[in-house]
Nanobody
């Protein structure tokens, strides 16, 4: 399984970016799919996680109303749409895949097995 993340870059505060994560070696069915980030000096944290088994979603409080996740099964790709970006959103963003839970969706990095290489998002004027 390989994940290829892309779409990062420099954006001004209040701007938007869409990150992509293309998966190969697996479909996106019956999995946990997560977006994580690691800001400078901080640990990796969950942003948005989705169970493709039952549709359960986890949203970190700091992204509610600003970030959304979607997926294109035909392209085997998941997306992270980020709006109203703030300087504190500056981080390396990662996509990850893990096993589906019977109920709910995991949101800790340790619960995911496969990781993309990360893409840097810088929010600055």
């Amino acid at each position: 399984v390989q994940l290829q993340a892309s779409g990062g870059g420099l954006v001004q505060p209040g701007g938007s970016l869409r990150l992509s994560c293309a998966a190969s070696g697996t479909t996106l069915d019956d999995l946990s799919i997560g977006w994580f980030r690691r800001a400078p000096g901080k640990e990796r944290e969950g942003i948005l996680c989705l169970s493709s088994r039952d549709g359960s979603r986890f949203y970190a409080d700091f992204v509610k109303g600003r970030f959304t996740m979607s997926r294109d099964n035909a392209k085997n790709t998941v997306y992270l749409q980020m709006n109203s970006l703030k300087p504190e959103d500056t981080a390396v963003y990662y996509c990850a895949l893990g096993p589906a839970l019977d109920i709910g969706v995991p949101f800790l990095p340790s619960e995911y097995d496969y990781w993309g290489q990360g893409t840097l998002v810088t929010v600055s004027s």
